[in-house]
């Protein structure tokens, strides 16, 4: 096999962490000191002169345990529960189990836990902590539009995720900003009696939005190192081409989904195509207040979106650039 890890794969990871790292001890002394100023405040209406010191030991152990609190309820679910996916044995996937204990072994991995899941969407994600512990997931939609070829190599591009060790990485990184966005929504609807909650429900946004254009800036490089490490496994470029072509031109409409599953929804093989793509521009039925005067801004919005954002904040590469890329490794291999 063919295939050394990508270095620069590996930097980006490091240093991704990294500035999570850094964005998480700035948002939890924010969001501290926010909880103080909250204490200050609850303080003054009380008659109660509580030290500056005393106040922001106060808001950092109530921030540490509400993150502890709002984590915990992130880590109750993983990929195969967040989709309701069940593990499935080689009695009822025998060619599935087949196709992914060969690849394993080709990668020299231990084979990951399989579970399938009864969506139309194709999908496909490799999560886990570890490459002991790792747990492939599928949709019925996708076994039902791949043909075998296609199948293998959508399987190698997943396993090539756990062979370069960032499906490990990416399970880390989005746990923190699914955090961050459940705490800004739940403080959001909490009806806060304080500017001070208000500004903490911002900051947990404000981080969830610079802690996305992170992650999606690694998730785009992983794809495509993914795409080689898939190449590299199979000796053919050409099959996972077609395979994305297939799924690319397969995607359908989904449900809304919550902030976790949204998020795990980005890890797999391919993109989520039916995400909105910035604000609405029409409606039916009855139009909100201020229509008039709130159009034009999001026009102004949706503008941006499409013409600096969507870019911006995709996890994956466009598939016709990916294609392109591993049919000019397909041709590189038959010039040899």
């Given at each position: 096999?063919?295939?050394?890890?990508?270095?620069?794969?590996?930097?980006?990871?490091?240093?991704?962490?990294?500035?999570?790292?850094?964005?998480?001890?700035?948002?939890?002394?924010?969001?501290?000191?926010?909880?103080?100023?909250?204490?200050?405040?609850?303080?003054?209406?009380?008659?109660?002169?509580?030290?500056?010191?005393?106040?922001?030991?106060?808001?950092?152990v109530v921030t540490l345990v509400a993150d502890v609190v709002v984590l915990r309820r992130t880590l109750r679910k993983d990929a195969a529960e967040t989709f309701d996916a069940?593990?499935?044995?080689?009695?009822?996937?025998?060619?599935?189990?087949?196709?992914?204990?060969?690849?394993?072994?080709?990668?020299?991995?231990?084979?990951?836990?399989?579970?399938?899941?009864?969506?139309?969407?194709?999908?496909?994600?490799?999560?886990?902590?570890?490459?002991?512990?790792?747990?492939?997931?599928?949709?019925?939609?996708?076994?039902?539009?791949?043909?075998?070829?296609?199948?293998?190599?959508?399987?190698?591009?997943?396993?090539?995720?756990?062979?370069?060790?960032?499906?490990?990485?990416?399970?880390?990184?989005?746990?923190?900003l699914a955090s961050a966005r459940n705490f800004g929504r739940m403080l959001q609807h909490s009806g806060g009696i304080h500017t001070a909650l208000i500004g903490v429900a911002?900051?947990?946004?404000?981080?969830?939005?610079?802690?996305?254009?992170?992650?999606?800036?690694?998730?785009?490089?992983?794809?495509?190192?993914?795409?080689?490490?898939?190449?590299?496994?199979?000796?053919?470029?050409?099959?996972?081409?077609?395979?994305?072509?297939?799924?690319?031109?397969?995607?359908?409409?989904?449900?809304?989904?919550?902030?976790?599953?949204?998020?795990?929804?980005?890890?797999?093989?391919?993109?989520?195509?039916?995400?909105?793509?910035?604000?609405?521009?029409?409606?039916?039925?009855?139009?909100?207040?201020?229509?008039?005067?709130?159009?034009?801004?999001?026009?102004?919005?949706?503008?941006?979106?499409?013409?600096?954002?969507?870019?911006?904040?995709?996890?994956?590469?466009?598939?016709?650039?990916?294609?392109?890329?591993?049919?000019?490794?397909?041709?590189?291999?038959t010039a040899r």
């Open positions: 096999m063919d295939w050394s890890l990508d270095r620069h794969l590996r930097r980006r990871m490091a240093l991704t962490l990294l500035a999570l790292a850094a964005l998480t001890v700035a948002f939890a002394t924010g969001v501290a000191a926010l909880l103080a100023w909250g204490i200050e405040w609850l303080g003054g209406l009380l008659g109660l002169g509580i030290p500056f010191e005393i106040r922001l030991a106060f808001g950092g069940a593990a499935v044995g080689p009695e009822a996937y025998p060619d599935l189990h087949a196709t992914v204990t060969r690849i394993a072994q080709a990668a020299d991995l231990p084979a990951p836990s399989i579970h399938v899941t009864d969506r139309e969407r194709p999908l496909a994600i490799t999560t886990g902590l570890s490459t002991d512990d790792a747990k492939l997931v599928v949709s019925t939609g996708l076994l039902g539009v791949l043909d075998a070829e296609e199948l293998e190599a959508v399987v190698a591009h997943e396993l090539a995720h756990v062979k370069n060790r960032d499906a490990i990485v990416m399970t880390l990184v989005e746990l923190p911002l900051a947990s946004y404000a981080f969830w939005g610079v802690g996305r254009l992170l992650v999606a800036s690694l998730s785009r490089l992983r794809e495509l190192a993914a795409d080689r490490g898939a190449s590299a496994l199979l000796g053919d470029p050409a099959a996972l081409a077609v395979a994305l072509d297939t799924l690319d031109g397969d995607l359908t409409s989904a449900p809304d989904r919550d902030a976790r599953e949204t998020a795990l929804a980005s890890l797999s093989v391919v993109p989520d195509t039916s995400e909105p793509s910035g604000p609405n521009l029409t409606y039916e039925g009855r139009r909100p207040l201020f229509w008039s005067v709130r159009l034009p801004v999001r026009r102004a919005h949706h503008w941006l979106h499409e013409r600096y954002l969507r870019a911006t904040l995709a996890t994956h590469p466009a598939a016709d650039e990916r294609i392109d890329r591993l049919r000019t490794l397909e041709r590189e291999r």
